[in-house]
Every structure is written in structure tokens, then in C-alpha cells.
């Protein structure tokens, strides 16, 4: 059982550094995505067409709402199964028009600005999460192979037997 123990602690303190790296990772992306959206200009935009030739891909047209830009598309994939495509014509978004590549231009949404980090952070602090869960389920372990109560346990199972 002491064996046990021992590869217990080892994988607690392996999520814990994998924890680590998940969250510096986060971090790293969230800060790279947050630049390249200060490199984007905020403009606001009407959705001017949907096209959606093939289910859970759509193409939206966007056109900024005081002309001063080209009308640019935005592709867009969701799961048609379970989800509708949350945008309609006509509706207004705000939009961060990267007019290096207008192909990399996105809708503002946090989630969808900054998915990856999100993503990254929420696994690395469930795994920093488990860590105190598991060095205290060690300690009770070890609570329960403590010889006072093992010696505790044998001299009850002898009044017992006789």
C-alpha cells in the first residue's frame, strides 16, 4: 500500500505542474490574442448576406455600417446538430477589422477572441483543483496504515475473538 502512496503523490504533484504549464500557456495565448486585437481597428458592421452552402458553414457578408470600408466575409463553423448559427441579416456587431489580412478580421466576442487561453486556463486550474484533493486523500490513507491504529485494530479483533 505504501507503493500506492508513493505513485499517488508522484501524480498529484504532476498535475500540479502540468497545471502550471497549462496556465502560463493560457496566459501566453491570452496575451498574444489581446495584441493582435489591439493591432485591429473596432468598427461596427451590418451583416449584408448569409451563405451557407454547406450545413454548419456559413459564410457572412459584413459591410461597415458608415461605408468606410470594403465589405468583407467572415467564415464561420458551428455544430448544426445542436447549435442554430446566432447570426441573422441586417444585425448590427461590432467587429475587429484587421485590415493587414481581412481574412483574419473577427466578431467581438471574448470566447470566441480568446478561446484557446480559455480553454487552457479552465484545465489548468481543474488540475490545480485536484491536487489538495489528492494529498488529502494520501494523508488519510496513511491515517489508516498508522501503526498506533493498526496496533489499536489487532487488539480489538483479539477482545473480540476471545
Do not use: W
Amino acid at each position: 500500500m505504501n507503493k500506492n502512496l508513493k505513485v499517488l503523490k508522484f501524480v498529484a504533484f504532476g498535475m500540479l505542474s502540468a497545471s502550471i504549464v497549462l496556465i502560463i500557456m493560457g496566459v501566453y495565448f491570452y496575451t498574444k490574442e489581446d495584441a493582435f486585437l489591439k493591432e485591429c481597428k473596432l468598427i461596427k458592421c451590418r451583416i449584408e448576406k448569409i451563405e451557407e452552402k454547406r450545413l454548419g458553414k456559413a459564410t457572412l457578408t459584413f459591410r461597415e455600417v458608415n461605408g468606410n470600408y470594403p465589405p468583407f466575409e467572415y467564415k464561420i463553423e458551428y455544430d448544426a446538430s445542436e447549435d442554430e448559427l446566432g447570426y441573422a441579416e441586417n444585425e448590427v456587431h461590432d467587429v475587429y477589422y484587421y485590415s493587414k489580412d481581412v481574412s483574419r478580421s473577427e466578431i467581438k466576442d471574448f470566447f470566441i477572441n480568446h478561446l484557446t487561453s480559455f480553454i487552457l486556463i479552465i484545465i489548468g486550474f481543474a488540475f490545480m483543483m485536484d491536487f489538495p484533493v489528492m494529498l488529502f486523500v494520501i494523508s488519510l490513507q496513511k491515517k489508516k496504515q498508522s501503526p498506533v491504529q493498526q496496533g489499536y485494530q489487532e487488539l480489538k479483533d483479539q477482545i473480540i475473538s476471545e
